[in-house]
Structures are given as C-alpha cells and as structure tokens.
C-alpha cells in the first residue's frame, strides 16, 4: 500500500528554482493507475519550461512526462492491469500525473506493460521518443489541430510498405531520433540517412540507419554528402534537433511535395510554389486528434519491445534521486547525445 506522502522536486515559480517537497499520494480515479515511479526521464521539454515557461500556469509544479515503475494501486473500471505490473507511460502535465515524484497518476489508456527484458531505466526513455517519433510518421494529416504525415504504421499492415523510398533524420543520436530510425526500419524506408556524430555510427546502424553523415561537417558538405546517398526524391525528413541550421540545410534537401517534420517551430522561408508540406510534430497522445494512433502505440509497445523490433534508448543514470534532476537539466541543457539522461525518485534522501 502506497504511504500517505512523499516526495516530489517542485519547479517553485515560473522561471525559478528548483525545490524538494513532500505532497500527498493521490488516489486513482476511475480509469487510472497509481504508480510507484521507478525511473523518470528528463526531457528538452523540462528544461526549456523552467527556462522560458510554457505548459504550466499553476506553481509551484511537477514537471517530467516520460516514467516507469510498478503499478501500486488500479482505479475503478481498469481490466487490463493489476496491482505489480511493470509498466511505462506519459504524465499529462498535471502536478498528480508528471513524473519528477515518488508516485504519479497515470491514465490506464497511455499505459504499456514492460517485457521481462526491458529495464525500468530503458522503459523510461520510450514515453516521450516514441510518441514523439510515431504521431509525426503515422498521425493522421491535421491542418487546423496537431496531426502528422499519415503514413500506414507497421501495426496496421504497414510494415515494409515504403521500400525503396528514402528518408533523412536530423540528430540520429538523439532520444527521437533513434526511435524514428527504428520505425522508419519497419516501414521499409531505405536508405536511411542520419546525421550525428561519428562516435555513435555503431548505435545507429545496429537500429537501422544505413548511412551516417557527421553532423559537425559545413552545411554543404552535409548536403553533398547526402545527396551522394540517394537516388530518388528525397520526400521525408525528420528533423529532430530543428535548430535554424538544419532546418534551412532538410529544406533544402527536401523533394517538391515533400514533407519536412520538425520538434521546433519553423524558421525557413517556404516556396509555397513547390508543394511542400512543414509541420512542428506535438508528442501530445492527450490531445483529441492524437489519441487513436496515441492508443494503438500503447497496445503494440509491449509486442515492439519484446520482439526486438524497437529497442529503447541507452541510459544514463543521474546519482542523487530526484535532487539529481536539477544539474541533470542543465547536462541536457548544454546538449547530450546517444543517451537519455533518468532519475531515480525512490532513491531520493
């Protein structure tokens, strides 16, 4: 039985400190399962919300989406899990759901059950990396709420259907990026080009990726070196890091009626005479017109993982339980690649 408080790192203030704090364990309503959180990701997003703001009107708050742990209490009308189970899920941005606690809320739908072979740590990098990755691939196409390309995902008889078609992903070595590699794999995309640093060319192709350009080359030589690699229209990329300069070198890649999916806002110039579709992917599985590929992901997460199919992020785990966090924030800050940074909140002193 979960004890009546615990602890939690609260974000005191817009643009504040940090601060560790005791809160009440809340009880799980119908549809919800208490978790006793094992393993908590830290994300840009953490960072980027303490820094600028945005997501959070009311302070102090919890912050941390991407979590693991053992399911310590099920809410009513809840069938397919049980008290013990270990499993994965997204916060939704409330103080009783994000994962920068001991115990969080979560709802029973944006849950998936961990395989024997998957780690609390590993199942900790798949929340974020692979809602962010799949609602862009396999979202339906949206022009007035978040959507995506629309693209048929592997677990609806897309698998192999794109062959022969390329796709580029700018920062293979991040969290999404390494999962877009993996789906991209299971579609068929072919050849699969990323950009990253060349000490992580072994993890990238071990997930799929068939060429790696180094991402600390000249903006041209990065476009030579690319377009040496591909010999149909480059109609899909992925740009992961989205800062102005990969975005300005994946547009000027990108194929008329191509599509360009960034995680930042757009900062090129479009031609609109070219067709071309650019969109800032939301990893929101809450929102309405997310939640049918958001739902499907959960269901078939379990089956990717033990199959193989999808395998999570290498880790880096930060010492110090939930006060770990806050100079884990500024290690992601000043930039990491090929890991993802976890906590351990039941570590906490």
């Given at each position: 039985m979960a004890p009546p408080e615990q602890k939690a790192l609260f974000l005191v203030s817009k643009h504040g400190t940090?601060?560790?704090?005791?809160?009440?364990?809340?009880?799980?309503?119908?549809?919800?399962?208490?978790?006793k959180v094992e393993t908590a990701s830290l994300n840009p997003i953490d960072w980027k919300v303490q820094k600028y703001g945005g997501f959070i009107e009311?302070?102090?708050?919890?912050?941390?989406?991407?979590?693991?742990?053992?399911?310590?209490?099920?809410?009513?009308?809840?069938?397919?899990?049980?008290?013990?189970d270990k499993v994965v899920s997204i916060g939704s941005w409330t103080n009783d759901s994000n994962a920068f606690q001991q115990y969080a809320l979560i709802a029973a739908t944006f849950a998936a059950k961990l395989p024997p072979s998957t780690s609390f740590d590993e199942g900790a990098t798949l929340p974020n990396g692979t809602v962010t990755a799949a609602l862009a691939l396999y979202g339906t196409p949206n022009p007035t709420a978040p959507g995506g390309i629309g693209?048929?995902?592997?677990w609806d008889?897309?698998?192999?259907?794109?062959?022969?078609?390329?796709?580029l992903v700018f920062g293979g070595a991040s969290s999404v990026g390494q999962y877009v590699i993996q789906f991209a794999k299971l579609s068929g995309f072919s050849p699969?080009?990323?950009?990253?640093?060349?000490?992580?060319?072994?993890?990238?192709?071990?997930?799929?990726?068939?060429?790696?350009?180094?991402?600390?080359?000249?903006?041209?030589?990065?476009k030579s070196a690319i377009s040496s690699?591909?010999?149909?229209?480059?109609?899909?990329?992925?740009?992961?890091?989205?800062?102005?300069?990969?975005?300005q070198v994946a547009y000027d890649l990108l194929a008329p009626g191509g599509t360009l999916v960034?995680?930042?806002?757009?900062?090129?110039?479009?031609?609109?005479?070219?067709?071309?579709?650019?969109?800032?992917?939301?990893?929101?599985?809450?929102?309405?017109?997310?939640?049918?590929?958001?739902?499907?992901?959960?269901?078939?997460?379990?089956?990717?993982?033990?199959?193989?199919?999808?395998k999570p992020n290498?880790?880096?785990?930060?010492?110090?339980?939930?006060?770990?966090?806050?100079?884990?924030?500024?290690?992601?800050?000043?930039?990491?690649?090929?890991?993802?940074?976890?906590?351990?909140?039941?570590?906490?002193?």
């Open positions: 940090f601060s560790l704090g005791t809160k009440a364990v809340p009880a799980p309503k119908a549809g919800e399962l208490l978790v009311t302070y102090p708050a919890i912050l941390g989406t991407g979590l693991s742990g053992t399911v310590e209490e099920v809410g009513e009308a809840v069938t397919s899990f049980s008290k013990g693209l048929t995902a592997p008889g897309g698998r192999g259907k794109y062959a022969g078609k390329p796709i699969i080009i990323t950009t990253a640093s060349p000490s992580s060319e072994a993890l990238l192709k071990s997930l799929g990726a068939t060429h790696i350009v180094n991402r600390k080359l000249p903006p041209a030589d990065i690699f591909i010999t149909s229209p480059l109609e899909l990329i992925y740009d992961a890091i989205s800062i102005s300069d990969t975005q960034l995680t930042l806002p757009a900062t090129v110039e479009v031609d609109e005479s070219k067709d071309q579709r650019i969109f800032q992917v939301q990893g929101l599985v809450q929102v309405p017109s997310h939640r049918k590929v958001g739902t499907r992901l959960y269901v078939e997460l379990p089956k990717l993982l033990a199959s193989g199919d999808i290498p880790v880096k785990v930060l010492p110090n339980g939930l006060e770990g966090i806050v100079e884990g924030l500024k290690e992601l800050e000043r930039g990491v690649s090929g890991v993802k940074l976890v906590a351990k909140p039941q570590e906490t002193a």
